[in-house]
């Protein structure tokens, strides 16, 4: 038993405990990691120490590492970065004394060494001094009780019976999380790289799918003797993904499907393609995988929270219900005013033929968030907005907690609100049931930035960018990484990260207004006056007192560097009123 901070790790129970003593609930991976820096006596340990022990034998990039980071920060309450601190020169420790205890519980339950060394169990006093019943009373019970109780006991399972088709399946037994085996996926490029290229896009397939926290994961592997132990492990699963790599003169493929094992039937299909001239190995690895994992671990979500019951409305036009969800959700990310005015009121159609349809709101709620992000409502209007979007999240996340869409919609309220830490936590969980979900990676970075931490947020829209995943929220994770960037105060790096933001959307203008700043910073005056030109174009009334995002609950350390910015962007030709 270590204890440090107040929080008890058990070691022998694979557990941490809260100062209530209640259990925080880690990945293995996660606690894993937590138990090597309690064990490390304060010392520095490197990320190369940490993947190796944490992940032996497997490869794993460094977003994996990240990942437990933040889930150790989140369980830790760790916000701050008091107790977990990334250590200068790269590497993390835990910051604070670790001390070694006696483990209560085991004491409780009686347990005591002799001095030989060995261990017994010594029974309670008063068990001991007991007298012996007579062998036909067991525990204590005459035989006309244990009739009785025999009896009750029928009455009990019988009463489960009947309640059974009506009570909850989690009321009465603990669910299983399904089992997903990932097959080898098979190599069909005929290229000399194929074989590597496909067993690592394996490896990282599944570790992804092993972040995974309502699935369980089996990943096949060769016996001992050199059989093939595939079988059992299809046998034993619930679902199978497989898939095949492909290669041409233009582009590496991945196709890839999830199979309702036993049965066979094929419950989603993916293709996946990365550029075949693309020089980083493991940049394409990352986006196949991404690419494929993305749209399966959204589809396992769907299959695993389904939607409740459909109301007559809903089964009569659920087509079409599911249409104008999804092109109101890419609207979200890649969007002009104008199209968000027609998503907003396709939406809007849609939910006054189906009022209960839960799924509709939710994708309206989401998509009128990002209308506030883009400041497409008035004051008033916003304030009516986020008091409806705030009511039917509250009454999605009730009726399905562990969907992927609700979570997203709720992180972005919260960010839109300016709740930023509350949006962390939020997307770290949207991200424990989808790892490659790229917009939820964009609102924790934006998450970041306010509370002051650039060089987290940076990090953390890089790796948005190695997922490239979904393609239509691209521009928000470039346009990130280049404010990051800036706020860090480089003025030239900034630059290619807000080129290539622009290049696919110029958004509001504000866009333009950054790369302006960028362009200053970096002495190009003619070229940062010509972008504030473009961006007045697209946002024309836009000075230097409405320019800046609001500032409720952002840090000191943002508000500073964010001054910083506006001032680059008036140098560059802003109006100041």
Request: aromatic letters at 6%.
């Given at each position: 038993m270590l204890r440090f901070a107040g929080f008890e790790l058990d070691l022998q129970r694979a557990e941490l405990r809260g100062a209530d003593g209640m259990p925080i609930k880690l990945r293995p991976k996660t606690f894993e990691m937590l138990r090597l820096f309690a064990a490390s006596g304060g010392r520095v340990l490197s990320k190369q120490e940490l993947m190796e022990a944490v992940w032996p034998n497997v490869h794993v990039g460094e977003d994996s590492l990240f990942q437990c980071i933040r889930e150790l920060r989140t369980a830790l309450g760790d916000e701050r970065r008091q107790l977990i601190k990334l250590a200068s020169g790269g590497g993390y420790l835990l910051a604070t004394e670790v001390v070694a205890a006696p483990d209560v519980t085991a004491q409780a339950e009686g347990l005591r060494s002799d001095?030989?060394?060995?261990?017994?169990?010594?029974?309670?006093?008063?068990?001991?001094?007991?007298?012996?019943?007579?062998q036909r009373a067991v525990f204590g019970l005459s035989r006309?009780?244990?009739?009785?109780?025999?009896?009750?006991?029928?009455?009990?399972?019988?009463g489960l019976a009947v309640a059974a088709p009506v009570l909850k399946p989690d009321l009465l037994f603990k669910r299983t999380p399904p089992r997903l085996v990932v097959m080898?996926?098979?190599?069909?490029?005929?290229?000399?790289?194929?074989?590597?290229?496909?067993?690592?896009?394996?490896?990282?397939?599944?570790?992804?799918?092993?972040?995974?926290?309502?699935?369980?994961?089996?990943?096949?592997?060769?016996?001992?003797t050199g059989g093939d132990s595939t079988a059992a492990s299809v046998a034993s699963s619930d679902y199978e993904l497989r898939g095949e790599l492909q290669h041409s003169d233009q582009s590496w493929t991945l196709r890839a499907r999830v199979i309702k094992a036993g049965t066979g039937e094929v419950q989603s299909v993916v293709a996946a393609s990365v550029s075949a001239d693309e020089a980083d190995a493991q940049l394409a690895q990352s986006r196949l995988v991404a690419g494929a994992g993305h749209v399966l671990a959204r589809r396992l979500n769907e299959i695993l929270e389904p939607s409740a019951a459909p109301s007559r409305a809903r089964k009569s036009s659920a087509g079409g219900d599911k249409v104008a969800v999804e092109q109101a959700l890419a609207s979200i990310n890649q969007t002009t005013r104008e199209r968000f005015g027609a998503a907003q009121t396709m939406l809007q159609k849609a939910l006054a033929d189906d009022p209960d349809n839960l799924d509709i709101a939710v994708a309206l709620a989401s998509l009128q968030m990002r209308g506030i992000q883009m400041r497409w409502f008035s004051s008033d209007e916003a304030f009516a907005v986020e008091a409806k979007a705030s009511a039917t999240l509250e009454q999605a996340l009730r009726s399905k907690p562990n969907s992927i869409p609700v979570l997203e919609a709720y992180c972005r309220f919260q960010s839109a609100t300016n709740h930023f830490v509350e949006s962390l936590v939020t997307c770290a969980k949207v991200l424990s049931f989808d790892?490659?979900?790229?917009?939820?990676?964009?609102?924790?970075?934006?998450g970041q930035i306010f509370l002051g931490r650039f060089d987290d947020a940076?990090?953390?829209?890089?790796?948005?960018?190695?997922?490239?995943?979904?393609?239509?929220?691209?521009?928000?994770?470039?346009?990130?990484?280049g404010w990051a960037t800036l706020l860090k105060g480089q003025g030239e790096e900034a630059v290619p990260w807000l080129q290539r933001s622009i290049a696919i959307t110029a958004a509001t203008g504000?866009?333009?207004?950054?790369?302006?700043?960028?362009?200053?910073?970096?002495?190009?005056?003619?070229?940062?006056?010509?972008?504030?030109?473009?961006?007045?174009?697209?946002?024309?009334?836009?000075?230097?007192?409405?320019?800046?995002?609001?500032?409720?609950?952002?840090?000191?350390?943002?508000?500073?560097?964010?001054?910083?910015?506006?001032?680059?962007?008036?140098?560059?030709?802003?109006?100041?009123?």
């Open positions: 001095p030989t060394g060995e261990v017994e169990r010594r029974p309670p006093a008063e068990v001991v001094a007991a007298p012996v019943r007579p006309q009780a244990m009739v009785a109780a025999v009896a009750a006991l029928c009455v009990i399972v019988v080898p996926i098979v190599d069909d490029s005929n290229d000399p790289r194929g074989a590597v290229m496909a067993a690592e896009v394996t490896a990282r397939l599944t570790d992804g799918f092993a972040k995974i926290q309502n699935i369980s994961v089996v990943a096949p592997r060769l016996a001992a790892p490659w979900d790229g917009s939820a990676l964009y609102l924790v970075g934006l940076l990090a953390t829209f890089r790796q948005a960018d190695r997922y490239d995943t979904p393609p239509t929220s691209r521009w928000t994770w470039l346009l990130g990484a504000r866009s333009h207004m950054l790369l302006a700043v960028a362009y200053q910073r970096s002495r190009r005056f003619d070229e940062a006056r010509a972008a504030i030109r473009e961006g007045l174009k697209l946002q024309p009334g836009t000075t230097r007192f409405n320019v800046a995002p609001p500032t409720k609950n952002a840090s000191p350390v943002y508000l500073a560097a964010a001054d910083r910015v506006v001032q680059g962007m008036v140098d560059a030709g802003l109006p100041e009123r």
